[in-house]
């Protein structure tokens, strides 16, 4: 089994970074309690999050996604897409996209949950992925087994 870097970095500064993450809020005037998470399941969807966030100032809940890399969370990248599902699995209205570098500098966005882009755009390629590769996987354990996935059809927004 490995691991890729950047998931091994952020489970080793993990805690660094929500300490940071609860100094900086706190120095925006926001007063949040992290309560960490795992694994959540609901609406027929799991998601995995670092935390569940409460923010007292604003009497909001939202989640947290830490993350090593970039500053500003590109609307097409990984992060953004995995984000807009926990905030689905959830029923949450934001997240806290953090980005730690050290306790000195952490990056802190919080993105909204899109639910034209979730509808449109994520859920269809979801459901497309989980039908064409992630089924197919299951019932024939071809990758497992060191065989070349099943061919599928690349999944094009209409």
Not at 51 to 74: A, F, P, Y
Request: hydrophobic share 40%; aromatic share 10%; net charge negative.
């Amino acid at each position: 089994m490995y691991a890729l870097l950047p998931c091994t970095d952020g489970h080793t500064h993990e805690e660094n970074a929500i300490t940071a993450y609860k100094q900086f809020m706190k120095s925006k005037g926001n007063n949040v309690v992290v309560e960490k998470r795992g694994l959540v399941v609901c609406k027929d969807y799991g998601a995995s999050v670092d935390g569940i966030v409460n923010d007292l100032t604003t009497d909001t809940s939202g989640c947290l996604e830490d993350s090593s890399g970039q500053i500003l969370l590109n609307r097409a990248h990984d992060y953004y897409i995995q984000i807009q599902g926990q905030m689905y699995v959830l029923g949450l209205s934001w997240a806290d996209f953090v980005v730690w570098l050290s306790d000195e500098h952490v990056h802190v966005e919080r993105v909204a949950f899109d639910i034209d882009a979730w509808t449109k755009n994520i859920l269809p390629a979801l459901k497309h992925f989980f039908e064409t590769a992630f089924v197919p996987e299951l019932l024939t354990r071809k990758v497992k087994c060191g065989m070349a996935p099943a061919i599928r059809t690349p999944y094009v927004a209409s």
